[in-house]
């Protein structure tokens, strides 16, 4: 059984950054694609970023570019989210999942993973 923990969360000033962790156990990380989603208050669950087993692609949706880069760490068995210029609107439970592929298309990274997380609350607000 596959357990992922999120962590990394809080208060964040607008403009400001935070660095939220995955910490994957019960299996090699890199047998895994892992993937970064999250949900604000009122709106579905959205794909961020994922990152592929084995060689480890990375790969974005098309509006979260440039301010979010994910990562992964084999020894620590961890994936990361880096997050910069944060604002009000990403306030929100952020998940991180796995799956055995990056489920992708139309620019966007799809919620269709195996495993999930129980999310880490994210807050921009001054």
Partial sequence: QVQLVES???LVQPGGSLRLSCAISGRRLDYYAIGWFRQSPGK????ISC?????GRTFYTDSMKGRFTISRDNAKNTVDLQMNNLQPEDTA????AANS??????GRIYLSMRYWGKGTLVSVSS
């Fill in 51 to 55: 990152i592929s087993s084995g060689d």
């Fill in 93 to 96: 439970v952020y998940y991180c």
């Fill in 101 to 106: 592929f990056c489920a992708l298309g139309s």
């Fill in 8 to 10: 990394g969360g809080g």
């Fill in 44 to 47: 579905e669950r959205e794909g």
